[in-house]
């Protein structure tokens, strides 16, 4: 059974530019929630898709979207970048609409110059 | 908004030691689950809860949903070095729209164990 992954690992932008994050889910699962981890902070919730479409969403602007694939990998995108968005942003998978136990990838550690 | 309340914020055992920490909130959460998170790593699941008063065990790890379902706590008996971590609880409302899916972590417990 493959477990979550995420790619990049790292990653270093300017202000103002725009990133694309990737996640895999693990075999099995069909949702993928999305959450930015500050430095000393607990996760928060960005967004979860499920079967392509998003299904909930938490206080993020809009600059911060998403996409599910068919094959239930993910994709999030944030425009604009400010410095605040410098953060571990980690990728979670689940099976089913009302998702309770949740599988995190190794995330991706974004830094913001 | 929902916050969660994690004490203490830090400790430091000695091996053999056992650990208690809790979580708790102004509002109701239908699900808890603890979390266990290593420097530069994702959040590992550790123990899920689904109904207020559940005690559900996984190895040396024990923890309870409050009868509440306002907290939950989580001990972990003869610690071992390998229990460093940050341990994480998060809450989930069952409450459909815009809560799907959505976990509200507490600010962690760092746990530091000493040989």
């Known amino acids: 059974e493959t477990g979550v992954t995420q790619s990049p690992t790292h990653l270093i932008k300017t202000r103002g530019q725009q990133v694309t994050l990737r996640c895999s889910s693990q075999?099995?699962?069909?949702?993928v929630s999305w959450y930015q981890q500050a430095l000393g902070q607990g996760p928060q919730f960005i967004f979860q898709?499920?079967?392509?479409?998003?299904?909930g969403r938490g206080n993020f602007p809009p600059r911060f979207s998403g996409l599910q694939f068919p094959n239930y990998s993910s994709e999030l995108n944030v425009n604009a970048l400010e410095l605040d968005d410098s953060a571990l942003y980690l990728c979670a998978s689940s099976f089913g609409r009302e998702t309770y136990e949740q599988y995190f990838g190794p995330g991706t550690r974004l830094t913001v110059t | 908004g929902q916050q969660l309340n994690q004490s203490p914020q830090s400790m430091f055992i000695q091996e053999g030691e056992d650990v208690s920490m809790n979580c708790t909130s102004s509002s109701i959460f239908n699900t808890w689950l603890w979390y266990k998170q290593d420097p530069g790593e994702g959040p590992v699941l550790l123990i899920a809860l689904y109904k207020a008063g559940e005690l559900t065990s996984n190895g040396r790890l024990t923890a309870q949903f409050g009868i509440t379902r306002k907290d939950s706590f989580l001990n972990i008996s003869a610690s071992i070095p390998s229990d460093v971590g940050i341990y994480f609880c998060?809450?989930?409302?069952?409450?459909?729209?815009?809560?799907?899916?959505?976990?509200?972590f507490g600010q962690g417990t760092i746990l530091t164990v000493h040989p």
């Open positions: 075999s099995g699962h069909n949702t």
């Open positions: 898709y499920y079967r392509e479409e998003e299904n």
């Open positions: 998060a809450g989930q409302v069952h409450a459909g729209g815009t809560s799907y899916g959505k976990l509200t």
